[in-house]
């Protein structure tokens, strides 16, 4: 995976039909996404559970572009070789889920994968400062996890915070939770270059009828220019 700052569009299949995630990836992936967002849920981390490593890997070879899981489980570290042998190029986990991020950053990077960090709403920019040089993802999470289709949270100021403490490391601001074509153009403007969207892409379409993804995928390109 190289690095750039341009923006990427990562649909989130938690709001893709569940019985069907091979053809929704090659759906969205044909109609324009540039990423494939993974949303690993616990019912302990979060008050909600999708799927594990398992999954994972029997859809990693459906996505052709990249595979980027969000893990909102605790504890993260017994899972991250299982989730980095599914296939995974980004394992992204919360700094609210444990109190050794700095060990479970270390540990995503020695499985060979991109290693993320998430802060939920109410955790500052700074808890990620001591620890940018072995992150390759910072995720603002717009919304609480747990659930897609949740109203946006506008946090466009912790945005611009972290996009000045990241200066110029190679490390990618992605915004999850609530992002639209309305929510998107502020963020980019305060530093984004990822934007996960699940309801917003995926509104609409189906698999017979795949080509409203792509008006959503465009219309969002669109509106942050
Ligand atoms: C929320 C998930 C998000 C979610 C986004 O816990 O991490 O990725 O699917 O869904 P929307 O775009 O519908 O808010
Ligand atoms: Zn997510």
């Given amino acids: 995976m190289s690095f750039d700052r341009s923006v990427k569009i990562a649909p989130s299949i938690l709001a893709a039909d569940f019985s069907n995630f091979g053809e929704e990836i090659r759906c969205v992936e044909a109609q324009g996404a540039d990423w494939i967002h993974v949303d690993v849920m616990d019912g302990h981390f979060v008050p909600n559970i999708t799927f594990g490593p398992n999954t994972c890997s029997s859809i990693r070879p459906h996505i052709s572009t990249v595979m980027d899981v969000h893990l909102m489980i605790a504890p993260v570290d017994p899972y991250i070789e299982a989730f980095a042998e599914s296939g995974a190029d980004i394992i992204t986990a919360h700094v609210e889920a444990g109190p050794h991020i700095h060990r479970t950053l270390q540990s995503i990077r020695a499985n060979g994968v991109k290693a993320g960090v998430a802060l939920n709403p109410g955790t500052p920019a700074s808890a990620v400062a001591d620890i940018l040089d072995i992150t390759d993802l910072v995720c603002v999470m717009t919304v ?36 639209t074509a309305q929510t998107a153009p502020s963020l980019v ?16 379409g189906s698999v017979s009828n795949p080509s409203p993804y792509g008006a959503n995928i465009r219309e969002i390109r669109a509106a942050v220019g």
């Fill in 189 to 204: 403007r305060a530093g984004a270059d990822v934007l996960v969207a699940g309801s917003a892409v995926f509104k609409g």
């Fill in 144 to 179: 609480n996890p747990g659930f897609g289709g949740q109203s946006f949270i506008p946090l466009e100021d912790k945005v611009a915070e972290l996009r000045s403490m990241i200066g110029d490391r190679p490390i990618h601001i992605e915004i999850d939770g609530g992002v």
